[in-house]
DNA sequence: ACATAAAGTGACTGACTAGTCAATCTTTTT
DNA sequence: AAAAAGATTGACTAGTCAGTCACTTTATGT
């Protein structure tokens, strides 16, 4: 089964970001699961790799709802459509945005975990970067627009959040953070 | 003495920044200090202790290093000299940046700490948001503006150590970054 | 209906670690 | 220089938790 697997990764998610990865013990995610202890070996068969598959997990799921289902049109509206993708992701899921977030920085994760991560992103990171090169719409270097990007995103959510913004209002911070960007970057 | 908690404190950061905080016993901290297994409680009553005055102590050494020693010029002026300093410090001091980024999102910090730490920075803060609401520089809302000096910030320094910039090209580096952040933020 | 394989279980264990404390060493006081 | 106070030590303990494995339950094939 399949199903038991994604119980698995679902409670871990949810436990990892709201106590902490390092402070939850697999026999709690097991029970949280509704499964037994040593069922979750059989899915994961250590702790490290659990850790590891929930990262990709979360990644996987970002890109898939990130990525522009129509792509093509100009590079603006395609990284535009990028940008309000992400953001809305950030705040539609709290548990997994900020698990992300903690895993990053938690010297938790194997190196094979991060590349595997990196992976996933590589196709849009790619039509990201060429057209940022090709049009040369923007005098910075590639991988510091990226960072940028990436920073003032997470600005955006950070602030999204702490206003509980939705709707109308969270479309109007949205469309606003990226004209700050967008000028920003056209120095 | 005060030396040998300095050392403790030191030994922590150090661990904790390569290692992870979770995967770091309190025997090896103190092996690393120099000092004695007990010694180290009676500095610090408990871990959970310890790893609080660690992330306090890493925000006082940045408030101290940022904080303009010459204060009163423009409010521009101010804001460009706190965000040079804020990003030379996170080149020079790496493991001290990549802890605070690491116990940041964590959930290993007691929401005490989390409080007193920001208390370290409310002085600066006062400063910036006075600044901007004052001059009214900007169309955004502080909070805003102060996420995104955060973000993009964390983005200069990211990218300064990926091209392991120094002195003039890092100068250069950050001149620019304050640019992009000036002329969006002025939108 | 039976046999064989696969999936699931949870009590158990070996390793690890935060925190203790009685004993020892060092410093200060008288 | 003796005594008292304070600091340091590290062996020890009590608790926790990742991972195992002999057994049970469920699914599949004949």
Chains 1, 2 share one sequence.
Request: glycine share 4%.
């Amino acid at each position: 089964m399949n199903k038991k697997r994604a119980q698995i990764l679902n409670a871990a998610i949810e436990l990892f970001s709201l106590n902490g990865a390092w402070n939850t013990p697999t026999a709690k995610i097991a029970k949280h699961a509704g499964v037994a202890n040593g069922t979750l070996f059989n899915y994961f068969s250590s702790k490290q790799i659990l850790v590891d598959e929930v990262y990709i997990e979360i990644k996987k799921d970002l890109a898939e709802f990130i990525v522009p289902a129509s792509l093509g049109k100009s590079f603006e509206s395609n990284l535009r459509l990028l940008w309000h993708n992400y953001i809305i992701w950030g705040v539609r899921k709290p548990l997994h945005y900020n698990l992300l977030l903690q895993l990053r920085n938690s010297e938790m994760l194997s190196e094979e975990a991060k590349v595997k991560a990196d992976e996933i992103f590589q196709g849009i990171m790619g039509i990201l970067e060429k057209g940022m090169s090709d049009k040369k719409i923007v005098p910075l270097p590639i991988k510091y627009l990226s960072e940028l990007i990436m920073a003032q995103t997470d600005a955006a959510i950070n602030f999204a959040k702490l206003h509980q913004m939705e709707k109308e209002k969270l479309e109007e911070h949205i469309k606003r953070s990226f004209s700050v960007f967008w000028h920003g970057a056209k120095t």
